[in-house]
């Protein structure tokens, strides 16, 4: 079975700072993705970023990167320059191999992130 | 761009109520999905559709039943509302199991 853990239920970033939300995962599938989702009060998820497992390099799109540390099992978030906007809640979220034909994401709990001024 | 759509917004049933949830995507994916969020507990599966015509059950498929009958729509039936059936729930849909899900802005559901 997939778990996901997110072991900061809040977190309070300075505007500009960079902020890590941290991510755990367990699964014993060789191949496996990883995302990020971002949910803002007004309650849609909407995507960040993704990791494949045999991925080399660790991911990056804008100012959000994916700090993949395979042996650990972690996949953290690293947020550069927070804005305001950024106030919102985190899921990480781990889509295991395909069983038959499909597979389904497995959630983390969440992390809501604050940027103060 | 209209991506998922998702209707109604927000309903609010009576146990033992019917309602049917709608879930619509513009994007020509195959792969559809229901999930729920509850506090503290993250996003949960309910049913899956990998194309036209098929469905298949996730981790919390009870009490709910689906329909695929055209592929760009995913149907979330509620035959006989509970209130632990109270939750906001989420269509996403993907291009492949390895791409990213896109998801719709939630239905609201309480059931008094």
């Known amino acids: 079975a997939q778990k996901i853990t997110q072991t900061q239920p809040g977190m309070f970033v300075q505007e500009k700072e960079a902020v890590t939300l941290d991510c755990t995962y367990d699964?014993?599938?060789?191949?496996?993705?990883l995302f990020w989702y971002k949910q803002p009060s007004s309650g849609e998820m909407i995507f960040l970023i993704y990791q494949g497992s045999y991925d080399e390099q660790n991911a990056t799109e804008g100012r959000y990167s994916l700090n993949f540390q395979k042996a650990r099992k972690s996949a953290n978030l690293v947020i550069s320059a927070s804005q305001l906007g950024d106030s919102a809640m985190y899921f990480c979220?781990?889509?295991?191999?395909?069983?038959?034909?499909?597979?389904?994401?497995?959630f983390g709990t969440g992390t809501r992130l604050q940027v103060t001024l | 761009n209209a991506g998922v759509t998702q209707t109604p917004k927000f309903r609010v049933l009576k146990t033992g109520q019917s309602m049917t949830l709608l879930c619509a995507q513009d994007?020509?994916?195959?792969?559809m999905y229901w999930y729920r969020q509850d506090p503290g507990m993250g996003l949960r599966l309910i049913h899956y559709s990998v194309g036209e015509g098929t469905t298949a059950k996730g981790e919390v498929p009870d009490g709910y039943n689906v329909s695929r009958l055209k592929k760009q729509n995913f149907l979330l039936g509620l035959e006989s509302a509970a209130p632990s059936q109270t939750s906001v729930y989420f269509c996403a849909s993907s291009w492949t199991v390895y791409q990213p899900q896109h998801f719709g802005d939630g239905t609201r559901l309480s059931i008094l």
């Open positions: 994007m020509n994916h195959e792969y």
């Open positions: 979220a781990m889509r295991a191999t395909p069983t038959g034909t499909a597979s389904k994401l497995t």
């Open positions: 699964t014993s599938d060789q191949s496996y993705g």
